[in-house]
């Protein structure tokens, strides 16, 4: 089982953990130590599911005191991306679809704010040293200067790898072209090289 697949059962078992226990917005929940004695898992494992709770808004961590449950009634995310979506074929697919749509929309962001000089760096990253798929979109999200858009891809991001899919492997010059357009400032030319990255042939001309 992958590390993803892995923290996201440990998720699951949190929110069940939680409910069981009745705690409320405000209550401490168990620290790191004694939640992978509970829950049968390492300690890294059970940072990663906190890491994504936390990320989600449903629980906080106060320097010197622990984590703590936040106020979240009626927020069902947690329970609709742990379950829905790792068992429903379609929702995979609006996984998919909802994180290239939000990369596009990153991508003109960056378009409108991030200067020659930055972008002109980031080639250097991608020349010097291949970053991964992650790390060069979450490079563009330092200079999209966002924290929502950051959030909401770091969540789909991880929820993108637990569905198993066969890891896609891009070329160099794919990113470079990318990075070319983001330099000239054409949005239809960055958005072009956007989808022959992802190989969207077929999208419609809205997105």
Not at 123 to 133: C, E, H, I, R
């Amino acid at each position: 089982m992958t590390n993803t697949k892995v923290y996201l059962e440990i998720v699951k078992q949190l929110r069940e953990m939680i409910a069981a226990d009745n705690l409320k917005s405000g209550d401490k929940i168990p620290s790191e130590r004694e939640l992978s004695e509970r829950l049968n898992v390492g300690r890294s494992s059970v940072r990663e599911a906190l890491r994504a709770l936390e990320l989600l808004g449903l629980i906080e961590t106060r320097r010197g005191e622990g984590t703590f449950i936040r106020d979240f009634q009626g927020n069902q995310l947690v329970q609709l991306l742990g379950t829905f979506i790792l068992q429903d074929e379609k929702a995979k697919l609006d996984v998919i679809e909802t994180k290239n749509l939000i990369e596009m929309d990153l991508l003109r962001l960056v378009l409108n704010r991030a200067d020659e000089q930055q972008v002109v760096k980031l080639k250097s990253l991608v020349k010097a040293k291949q970053l991964n798929d992650d790390q060069f979109f979450y490079e563009l999200i330092e200079l999209a200067d966002n924290y929502l858009f950051s959030r909401i891809w770091l969540i789909l991001k991880d929820y993108h790898h637990s569905l198993s899919l066969q890891n896609e492997e891009y070329n160099r010059d794919s990113y470079l072209m990318l990075i070319e357009a983001l330099i000239e400032k054409d949005e239809e030319k960055t958005l072009s090289a956007y989808r022959q990255l992802r190989n969207l042939s077929i999208l419609t001309d809205k997105y």
